[in-house]
């Protein structure tokens, strides 16, 4: 098994792709060891690597992310390990509860239900202009509401805590959907 490595815009954040499918539907993000051991064996073992923070699956992708701490050339080794391990071991990679899951719930979304319309339209922009985007980049970026003309996101993975994500926000996804969303004043994320 060949386990290709990618840098992300986020220095913290390594992604990496196994030649294999990860996640079929949706995505997974994992923020602690004890939402990875109940949910994901993978995950579990990503977070046995010392120095290992946050773990974020995509369809055919997983993202790590390390601790100010911890350089990568001292736990990179560990984490393709583990990878290749769990592949190989035939495990899978969601715990058979959390399969049924598919995306996992980040809470409400919340609009008005007045404006259900744009928020159809923010979100047909957002799954089909940024988030394969954001994807090339080892994260995610989900729509969480709508209120008085501000669009509320949750970026995931590499994109959550990544230096540039408030560029990536405020000048890319907020020019977007102004361009196409008139009523789009502004773009905040929350977490």
Known sequence: MFIQTETTPNPATLKFLPG???????TAEF???EDAASHSPLAARLFDVPGVTGVFFGY?????TKDDDTAWQHIKPAILGAIMEHFMSGDPVMAAASK??????????????AD???VEQIKELLDTRVRPAVAQD???ITFRGFRDGVVYLNMKGACAGCPSSTATLKHGIQNLLRHFVP???EVEQVI
Do not use: H, N, S, Y
């Open 20 to 26: 294999e499918i990860v996640i079929g539907e949706g």
């Open 31 to 33: 923020k602690d060891v």
């Open 60 to 64: 055919d992708f997983v993202t790590v």
């Open 100 to 113: 049924a899951m598919g995306q996992r719930a980040d809470g409400e979304e919340f609009f008005d239900k």
């Open 116 to 118: 259900a319309p744009l």
């Open 138 to 140: 080892g994260g995610d």
């Open 183 to 185: 009523e789009v004043q």
